[in-house]
């Protein structure tokens, strides 16, 4: 068998640097770009705040656009379930948010709970390029948290006992919505 000249392997190695680094140049933009997208969409996401959101991907910088929007949809529905497993529960076992009891059981809790199903449905029809469909789910979503701070305001003209939750998913589900837009 012909050893390889030592040249053309030399010239092989260096340009799958070269292409690997130039990858890992242009997701890392692919971050960036996401980021900048999301934090002037008028809504109130930073571009900190989305660097740190999507920087936790496991792919890290490689990411591609694609897999930073089915990472956000992952950690949105977690985020989610958390919100309904935990956190109401903590705060319905708090005897001083008894006022709480029926926007945290009947508005909250079945709004986040929603939330897994319908990021299904935006993921599926990301998958199959209908964008319109999968933005139609993400920003359906995206109201979810509006819609349990309303339930505050204006049915027990109270403050929210999930304000900082609810304001952290929103910041989460716009940068879905950022990404998803971009692909229309």
Known sequence: MKRPNSHSAFLVFHLSIIFLFHSSVANADTLQEACKSAASSGTEVTYEFCLQFLGENPQGQRASLENLFTFSLDQLASNATNI???????????????????????????LY?????DLADARSYFKAKEYPSALTYVSS??????????????????ESPLAKEDDVFHKMASISLAIVTSFL
Not at 113 to 117: C, H, M, Q, R, T
Not at 141 to 158: A, G, M, N, W, Y
Request: proline share 4%; net charge negative; charged share 35%.
């Open 141 to 158: 979503v995206t109201t979810d948290s509006d819609t349990c701070e309303d339930c505050f305001r204006e049915d027990l003209k109270k």
């Open 113 to 117: 709970k929603g939330v897994p199903s």
């Open 84 to 110: 309904v497993k935990s956190v109401i529960p903590k705060l319905l076992s708090n005897e001083t948010l008894r006022y709480a009891q029926k926007c945290l059981e009947s508005t909250c809790s079945d």
